[in-house]
């Protein structure tokens, strides 16, 4: 099982506000943030082939990871960090296809999918939505901390998802979650880094756990590590 890059798991969302999406990652991976998920699922293939291969650049320059949500061949391709899928079937199919190495996580709704996930051999599973969330309203109800206190006994490392902000990363983390994943508290923040720098500060009163190897940028402080300009 290989180890989580961080416990903060920034999620796109290239609607969420006017400020480009390149710009929002770029000033969340200054402000600390060293996971990112390209989501945005809706663009035609080849440009979000486009945006995957800009952001890959834009994230190794900041010595963090990237992980492609569902297509294999696009992560293989661009030699993304690894993939989020939404089936535990297909977790074999990519681990052959990207490497031993590669990140694979499983989009996961129930327990039931956190136990395949990791019977699968799945690195994590992302539990959603753990609080109401205005960005994955279709999903049910709010499963709360219980559940990912369940998840974390399955002994796979469990990313807490949907509605998670400031006030309740800490909750999340104390219930066994061994990270979260934010989208909207970030992408449509007038901020992107004061978010990225609000949600570090919470998660860091709880304690480390040593499935973690977090990176330089991780903190309550801005990363010195200089993020490279989108535009240049």
Same mark, same amino acid.
């Given at each position: 099982?290989?180890? $989580?890059?961080?416990?903060?798991?920034?999620?796109?969302?290239?609607?969420?506000?006017?400020?480009?999406?390149?710009?929002?990652?770029?000033?969340?991976?200054?402000?600390?943030?060293?996971?990112?998920?390209?989501?945005?699922?809706?663009?035609?293939?080849?440009?979000?082939?486009?945006?995957?291969?800009?952001?890959?650049?834009?994230?190794?320059?900041?010595?963090?990871? $990237?992980?492609?949500?569902?297509?294999?061949?696009?992560?293989?391709?661009?030699?993304?960090?690894?993939?989020?899928?939404?089936?535990?079937?297909?977790?074999?199919?990519?681990?052959?296809?990207?490497?031993?190495?590669?990140?694979?996580?499983?989009?996961?709704?129930? $327990?039931?999918?956190?136990?395949?996930?990791?019977?699968?051999?799945?690195?994590?599973?992302?539990?959603?939505?753990?609080?109401?969330?205005?960005?994955?309203?279709?999903?049910?109800?709010?499963?709360?901390?219980?559940?990912?206190?369940?998840?974390?006994?399955?002994?796979?490392?469990?990313?807490?998802?949907?509605?998670?902000?400031?006030?309740?990363?800490?909750?999340?983390?104390?219930?066994?979650?061994?990270?979260?994943?934010?989208?909207?508290?970030?992408?449509?923040?007038?901020?992107?880094?004061?978010?990225?720098?609000?949600?570090?500060?919470?998660?860091?009163?709880?304690?480390?756990?040593?499935?973690?190897?977090?990176?330089?940028?991780?903190?309550?402080?801005?990363?010195?590590?200089?993020?490279?300009?989108?535009?240049?």
């Amino acid at each position: 099982m290989n180890g $989580l890059p961080a416990r903060l798991l920034l999620v796109t969302d290239r609607h969420g506000s006017d400020l480009p999406l390149l710009r929002r990652v770029g000033a969340a991976l200054e402000a600390g943030a060293r996971w990112i998920w390209l989501r945005d699922r809706d663009l035609p293939e080849a440009e979000r082939a486009a945006l995957a291969a800009d952001l890959a650049r834009l994230v190794r320059g900041a010595g963090g990871r $990237l992980t492609i949500g569902r297509d294999v061949d696009l992560a293989a391709r661009i030699g993304a960090d690894g993939v989020q899928l939404a089936s535990a079937a297909v977790v074999a199919e990519a681990r052959a296809r990207l490497g031993p190495g590669a990140l694979i996580g499983l989009s996961a709704h129930r $327990l039931a999918e956190i136990a395949a996930a990791r019977e699968a051999g799945a690195d994590y599973a992302t539990l959603s939505p753990i609080f109401a969330s205005a960005s994955k309203p279709g999903y049910g109800p709010a499963l709360g901390p219980a559940a990912l206190a369940q998840a974390a006994r399955t002994g796979l490392p469990v990313i807490a998802l949907g509605g998670v902000e400031p006030g309740t990363a800490p909750a999340c983390l104390a219930a066994g979650a061994a990270g979260v994943a934010v989208m909207g508290g970030v992408m449509r923040a007038a901020d992107p880094g004061a978010a990225v720098q609000a949600l570090l500060k919470a998660m860091a009163r709880e304690p480390r756990d040593p499935l973690f190897r977090v990176g330089e940028g991780y903190g309550d402080r801005r990363s010195h590590v200089r993020v490279p300009d989108p535009s240049e």
